[in-house]
């Protein structure tokens, strides 16, 4: 018997895969780097605002953490809605109605007139900023060939390390000169350009073929996903280091404002040009990846993250700016390696795996992120750095046992 006489008919017909190198991909890349940008961008420009909230609505720093936590909260619990809904609507009007309802979303902040407003309007932009994330690398997953998978994921996280630096560092600056308002109108208006580009830039999914049973594929996707001993691991990794990433810039602000720094808050907000090495690391560990495998890099980057927060407690600058330095480039490093992970490994419903890696992801940037901000109210940054080094102490046992996980076979 020939191979091809067993082979099932759908995947004789099935499109082939876009490689890289190809037109095709790089309008895929082009996309996913104006998509990444404007979702960064948008959720985390108000994270270099949170002194200045706190003090404009007499707030302490975990309550001011809020205006980040409530985006990401909502965020977690759309993406599995915007998973289920991206099976029936297609990925792309999906990703498009995403960005664009965010982004108004973002305007409408500059409008609000008390925290109370604001936290709504965060909320609804969280949630409608669900269906980027949730679909983007299932969508890759679907088009684009195994072997540059690794490459198209690390220049898509690399969009959101450029949206997250230039969110962070653009509304620092325009809220020091004109108002956290006006900061908000900005990046909104920038956030409806980006999703016109990445509308008219993506291709129609070629290989995507929509679920009869929307709620039905979702149900069947959490239940395959979470009994996957491999996949589960990942998305406790997940949980953990976005946790971790977003405590730190969360709080760095408030220890370079205060003693022994005293920064303004737009000296502050250049923390965030730290990202270019995010934007470098996930480009340059996706092809670190393609040639070695995810198994023998995804522990040594998660050391490099650990090595780099112990040296942020230092009070030098010239110490502690290059410990965030690592840290930020072992945070974007690992996240790529496992995003990528888990579009490779999952052999169906790639969009709900996707989505619950994110669900992870988010949830631990509101439970770890809010919680970091107790933390530092009562035991500064030696607490914040023991809480975080211990949970990406879990984390790298986790990511050393995952090196023994067993392959899943494609079928």
Request: charged share 10%; glycine share 10%.
């Amino acid at each position: 018997m020939t191979i091809a006489s067993i082979t099932p008919p759908q995947q004789i017909n099935q499109p082939a895969r876009i490689v890289a190198g190809t037109p095709a991909f790089r309008h895929i890349t082009r996309a996913m780097i104006f998509g990444g940008f404007s979702t960064f961008s948008l959720l985390y420009s108000m994270q270099p605002l949170m002194p200045s909230l706190a003090l404009q609505f007499a707030l302490s720093p975990a309550q001011s953490s809020w205006v980040l936590s409530i985006s990401t909260l909502s965020l977690a619990f759309s993406l599995l809605i915007s998973s289920a809904i991206s099976e029936r609507i297609g990925r792309k009007p999906m990703m498009v109605a995403a960005l664009a309802l965010a982004a108004i979303a973002t305007v409408l902040c500059a409008l609000t007139q008390d925290f109370s407003q604001l936290l709504l309007l965060r909320g609804l932009l969280g949630f409608a900023l669900g269906g980027m994330p949730a679909v983007a690398v299932a969508y890759m997953g679907e088009e684009i060939e195994a072997a540059a998978m690794g490459t198209a994921v690390g220049l898509y996280i690399a969009g959101s390390a450029m949206g997250g630096m230039i969110g962070r560092l653009l509304s620092a600056l325009l809220s020091d000169h004109f108002g956290w308002r006006t900061a908000m109108a900005v990046i909104g208006v920038a956030g409806i350009y980006a999703a016109w580009e990445f509308w008219r830039s993506l291709p129609l999914a070629r290989n995507f073929k929509p679920a009869a049973r929307v709620w039905g594929s979702l149900h069947q996707g959490l239940r395959l996903h979470l009994s996957d001993g491999g996949l589960c691991m990942l998305f406790c990794l997940a949980f953990m280091l976005t946790g971790c990433f977003v405590s730190v810039y969360n709080y760095i602000g408030y220890r370079l404002q205060g003693t022994p720094f005293g920064f303004s808050q737009s000296t502050a907000g250049t923390i965030a040009l730290l990202y270019v090495l995010g934007m470098g690391s996930s480009v340059w560990v996706g092809r670190l990846v393609d040639r070695i495998g995810r198994r023998g890099v995804l522990w040594i980057v998660l050391l490099v993250m650990m090595a780099g927060l112990l040296l942020s407690l230092s009070n030098s600058l010239y110490i502690m700016v290059p410990g965030v330095a690592l840290f930020t480039f072992g945070f974007f490093a690992s996240h790529s390696v496992a995003s990528s992970w888990v579009a490779r490994r999952a052999q169906a419903y790639k969009a709900v795996a996707s989505a619950i890696y994110l669900c992870f992801y988010y949830l631990g940037s509101s439970l770890i992120g809010s919680f970091t901000g107790v933390v530092w109210a009562s035991h500064g940054w030696a607490g914040v750095v023991m809480l975080l080094g211990g949970i990406l102490s879990v984390g790298l046992a986790i990511t050393l046992r995952l090196r023994t996980l067993i392959p899943v076979v494609a079928v």
